[in-house]
């Protein structure tokens, strides 16, 4: 896995799963550095509602639909 994580690290390097390079990708439509930056403020997002790394997450109530659906009357994401 490598070194021992440290609370004061700057930088990190790792090796991506093609399925983590994927998320990334879709997270920042094709840029890594901004879909990174979009989990980690989607990840801050869930922790200001209470969502903690040990729980389930069916907590956040993420619906299966999609965002660009016009016939939608609810968003898609329900969170909260």
Same mark, same amino acid.
């Given at each position: 896995?490598?070194?021992? !994580?440290?609370?004061?690290? =700057? $930088?990190?390097?790792?090796?991506? +799963?093609?399925?983590?390079?994927?998320?990334?990708?879709?997270?920042? =439509?094709?840029? /890594?550095?901004?879909?990174?930056?979009?989990? /980690?403020?989607? $990840? !801050? $997002?869930?922790?200001n509602?209470?969502?903690?790394?040990?729980?389930? /997450? +069916?907590? /956040? #109530?993420?619906?299966?639909?999609t965002?660009?659906?016009? #016939? +939608?009357?609810? +968003?898609?994401?329900?969170?909260?």
């Open positions: 896995m490598g070194r021992p !994580s440290n609370p004061q690290t =700057k $930088y990190f390097q790792r090796t991506l +799963s093609d399925p983590q390079r994927m998320i990334l990708l879709s997270a920042g =439509k094709g840029n /890594l550095c901004r879909g990174f930056e979009n989990v /980690l403020d989607l $990840y !801050s $997002y869930a922790h509602l209470g969502f903690r790394p040990d729980m389930e /997450l +069916s907590f /956040l #109530n993420i619906d299966r639909g965002t660009d659906n016009p #016939n +939608s009357e609810r +968003s898609a994401v329900d969170i909260g």
